[in-house]
């Protein structure tokens, strides 16, 4: 019998970084105690019943497959919630192609602009990151070039930190706002420099607007406000409607990338099922559960922003999104939270989400609000490591 061939390399490269501290939690959590998880972006509030009523109305007797592209509906509410929310009129049959979830569509998007034999194999990521971006890019090939953000620079991604020459190389960047994990959002000007770079040396760049509705003081903006030209924006329900169960989001920019991304997708899947698709059409036409939705994480916020402080936990960026970017007593963000999973509470260890991120923790404000009140009781248990 002959030997099969290898197996992909970046498979060989350790788990996934929540699968890995899951299975701490469980070696850690006492026994009996059921953890309660700030580490998982994913909310424990209900999805509005409006939502899970236009889904249940529209299983078919007999199901078939969706098309790549999504129903015109879906498309057209996906384009109105862009116009009613960053003023932006797109085309929803050229400028918008429905995703399931957009996790999916992260990983696969360095399959389409990276090609083989081209001297642009960069993708630029700033870190810490969600670290699909960077899984996506090994596994097509790509040439990672890390911009790591600071303290210092309030966690904003500044394009003048990357230099020309690797612009030059570059085939796609990653910009994160609101950013996970930190919170911190952009300026106009920041946005302004990025699209201008992306349109000099021809590199698209990929705005993971994710929690673009998960804000307080001040509503982010869209890189699509800046124009199409070379971006492509997602978005998805999984945050604004608590709807992560359901894998439905979107990407909507250049033209000439959603033509692309068009021909590529039939070789990966299609648009989630057709009743799934009902679900987000009344999702992205209301805009009043969303604001429901604001203000639940914004009471968890409020909640633990001031134990923190009367810990002396000091809080960094977390301008917007259901974060708390925490820095850690004595810097060691594992150890930290080792001590943590012991009284049953998990939050996320920074380093995992890139080195950049070590010395901080994130806290996902999804528990329910009595789950977060008995985390902090909890915590009263745990004390403060000696620090020098």
């Excluded at 899951?22 to 070696?27: F, G, I, K, L, V």
């Excluded at 083989?116 to 990521?125: F, N, W």
């Excluded at 993971?208 to 406000?225: C, M, N, Q």
């Excluded at 199409?228 to 608590?242: E, I």
Aim: charged share 25%; glycine share 8%.
């Amino acid at each position: 019998m002959s030997t099969p061939g290898p197996i992909h390399p970046q498979l060989a490269q350790g788990d996934y970084p929540f699968t890995s501290l899951e299975a701490r939690s469980r070696e850690l959590c006492p026994p009996g105690v059921d953890p309660i998880y700030f580490s998982i972006g994913d909310p424990r509030e209900e999805t509005p019943d409006f939502i899970r009523q236009a889904l249940r109305d529209a299983v078919p007797v007999v199901s078939s497959y969706p098309t790549v592209v999504g129903e015109p509906a879906l498309r057209r509410a996906c384009a109105g919630w862009v116009e009613r929310r960053f003023g932006v009129k797109l085309d929803p049959d050229r400028e918008i192609l429905p995703v399931n979830g957009t996790k999916e569509a992260v990983f696969s998007l360095a399959f389409s602009v990276l090609p083989p034999g081209s001297s642009k194999r960069t993708v630029v990521i700033p870190t810490p990151a969600y670290p699909v971006y960077a899984a996506g890019a090994r596994f097509a090939g790509g040439e990672i070039h890390e911009v790591p953000l600071t303290s210092a620079d309030g966690w904003r991604f500044d394009p003048s930190h990357v230099p020309d020459a690797v612009w030059e190389k570059t085939a796609l960047l990653w910009l994160n706002v609101p950013h996970n994990p930190t919170g911190a959002m952009l300026d106009d000007g920041a946005y302004e420099r990025t699209l201008a770079l992306a349109r000099k040396f021809g590199f698209w760049v990929a705005a993971d607007e994710a929690y673009s509705e998960v804000f307080f003081d001040k509503r982010p903006r869209s890189a699509l406000e800046f124009g199409t030209d070379n971006v492509l924006a997602l978005h998805t329900l999984s945050k604004r409607s608590a709807m992560t169960g359901y894998r439905s989001g979107f990407m909507a920019g250049d033209p000439r990338l959603i033509e692309a991304l068009r021909r590529f997708r039939p070789n990966l899947g299609v648009a989630t099922p057709e009743f799934v698709q009902q679900a987000a059409i009344v999702a992205w036409n209301d805009d009043a559960h969303a604001a429901k939705q604001r203000e639940r994480y914004a009471a968890k916020r409020e909640l633990l922003r001031p134990y923190f402080a009367r810990r002396g936990w000091e809080i960094e960026a977390s301008e917007a999104t259901f974060y708390l970017w925490m820095k850690v007593p004595g810097g060691d963000d594992v150890a930290f939270v080792d001590r943590l999973m012991r009284v049953g509470v998990v939050p996320l260890p920074g380093r995992l989400l890139g080195a950049a991120g070590a010395g901080y923790l994130r806290w996902a404000l999804v528990p329910t609000l009595d789950r977060c009140r008995e985390a902090l009781s909890r915590l009263d248990t745990v004390p403060d490591p000696v620090t020098r």
